[in-house]
């Protein structure tokens, strides 16, 4: 049974940073495109970062490239972002996916397997 267990979120100050985990179960970490999404009050699941099954490749959103940092520790199981420079439009819940494909995706559908996500909420 694959489990996909994110923590880390909290309540953070606009300019605050935190780090996401995701912890990976009941699946071959290494062979999956890992990403993260996340999903505000009232609107779409969306895209935030993704990052290929041995880390060599990442891929961002335009509204968090250059804040956000996607890795992964395939010994340890273990997906991460760091989130710096944080805003008020950052808040949402985060969710970590995996995809079976071996390139980088951004769609929702692509991705197989979802954790039930983490809040994230940054003061103004």
């Known amino acids: 049974q694959v489990q996909l267990v994110e923590s880390g979120g909290g309540l953070v100050q606009a300019g605050g940073s935190l780090r996401l985990s995701c912890a990976a179960s009941?699946?071959?970490?290494?062979?999956?495109?890992m990403a993260w999404f996340r999903q505000a009050p009232w609107k779409e699941r969306e895209f935030v970062a993704a990052?290929?099954?041995?880390?060599?490749?990442?891929y961002y959103s335009d509204s968090v490239k250059g804040r956000f940092t996607v890795s992964r520790d395939n010994a340890e199981n273990t997906l991460y972002v760091q989130m710096n420079s944080l805003k008020p439009e950052d808040t949402a819940v985060y969710y970590c996916?995996?995809?079976?494909?071996?390139?980088?995706?951004?769609?929702?559908?692509?991705?197989?397997?979802w954790g039930q996500g983490t809040q994230v909420t940054v003061s103004s």
């Open positions: 996916a995996a995809s079976s494909g071996t390139g980088i995706v951004v769609t929702r559908v692509s991705y197989h397997y």
């Open positions: 009941g699946l071959t970490f290494s062979n999956y495109t």
């Open positions: 990052i290929s099954w041995i880390g060599q490749r990442t």
